[in-house]
């Protein structure tokens, strides 16, 4: 299928009356290879086919502060108000309006010459594009013109719309894919032109859009790994579990000379002890029962690139003695084989274990804990970088609507706070969950409430013994010292998992305890519960 197909549909269109007289154009547009390629043949469909004098779409650039045109200079401020994309783009909404008043009202020299050779009695449209798969979030406008009539049959026909929701999706993930295999390169070459400290800025600046985060810990963090990427030493990742460890492995073997070469990971604690050899190593056929053929372990596969040992606390003794063996001469020997082999890889292990306590019971080698820690990298908790809470969780909220489909939604000031105040012993793993179900448990169109999020004492309700108030679940606390304060956490536990039942009906849940309404709300209000 070729852009043909649009002329052909084009021509077909009057005509046609099968269902599926769309596809053609549906097919041409997924075929695009890039979404400057997407951009321009959805404007010639737009023109060709639906008959506009004008189509373009405008694509909002990497900084998001500037629209760009294709093959163009020409450069919009989303800020200036002179032309009509900053409307669009800050209001979210389209516009329609005559080219004579645009002319008249939107005074931008790029604009006017974009609209310069178009009748004054013609329509001018602008359409906001936005992706809604959250990693994105405004991706250009769509500039129309053409006669009244046109507009006004385009505004009626479902066609339009799903012919936008198409575009939004191909360009979003086109951009996304393009911007993945770019951001690398463009890394890389500008540590040519940037003199040292500013190249490790904007190493460490790019490094924030995965490692999330502008806590000094973070920004410390991010500067770090740069730092450990320039380098071929060995890095060891110590943090609690959950606090990013898989993520600062991946983020060293893509900002390092090593990024086109594989990254090999295993959980050391995930394998049985007996396969783990293997794995890590390779067999020779025949090496034991079971193996009737050569198969390659790991370290071969790293070979060029990166191996990530996570969970490294729990590899077995005997296995630490050889591993050491290869970080020191970059030679193994694969299980049942007569001949070492030789590898090039950088290692990076990650453990949650306090290694050095491991090494007092003899459970690990001290040698190897210095050979791992060429580099030591230390994850910071979540609790101690308590600022970074509202960035992960807007993230994550992004993730999940992305995810499932949903439209956007935000999170309220008061469940921010207690979102803020609570503990995370599983640190960011935890926050991202309980934001799934927060998102998950709120209704379409509104913002995570304080009241869908479970308490502390709800999560942990398996491990300490549970009462049972008014058919609510709790849990009691062990060392209660200060009855207020608990009996608060209980009121508001009991009164979270009612709105939450009620779907945020405040009538109906105040009904259920047998409350005023007023009282209920009052409660709400004291206990930082309320919506409004
Ligand atoms: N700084 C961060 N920015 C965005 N997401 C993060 C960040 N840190 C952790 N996460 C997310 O939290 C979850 C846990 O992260 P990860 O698996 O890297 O932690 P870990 O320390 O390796 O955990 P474990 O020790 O249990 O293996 C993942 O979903 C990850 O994407």
Redesign the pocket.
Known sequence: MTLQAIDTFAATRESSSSPLAAMPIAVTLVESVSAEALRKRAAQVLREVVGLDCAECLYVEGSGRWLGRDGDEVQFDCSDFSHPYAHVIRSGKALTLSVGDARTRLDHAGFQAQVVHLGAKKRLQVRPLRAKDGEQEWLGALLMVGEGSTFSALDDDPGMAAFEELLCQLWARLSREQGERHRSRALRDSLVKLNDGARRQALADQLSE????QSTA?QTLRRQVVRAAETNLAVLLQ??????????ARALHQLSGRAKGPFMAINCAAIPEALLESELFGHAKGAFSGADHAQQGLISQADGGTLFL??IGDMPLALQAKLLRVLESGRYRPLGASEERCADLRLVA?T?QPLREHIRAQHFRADLYYRLGQFPLS?PPLAERRDDIAQ?AQ?FISDFCAREQRDDMGITPSALRLLQRREYPG???EL?NLIDYACAMTPQGADIDAYVLPGEQESDAQASPNSQVNGTAYSLPNDIDDLRQTLRDVESAIIRQRLMHFGGNRAQAAASLGLPKRTLAHKCQLLELDTK
């Open positions: 995965d490692l999330l985060g973070m943090g609690e579990t959950g606090t990013g460890k898989d993520r600062v996570d969970e990650a949650h994850l992960l993230s640190n960011v793993r991202k």
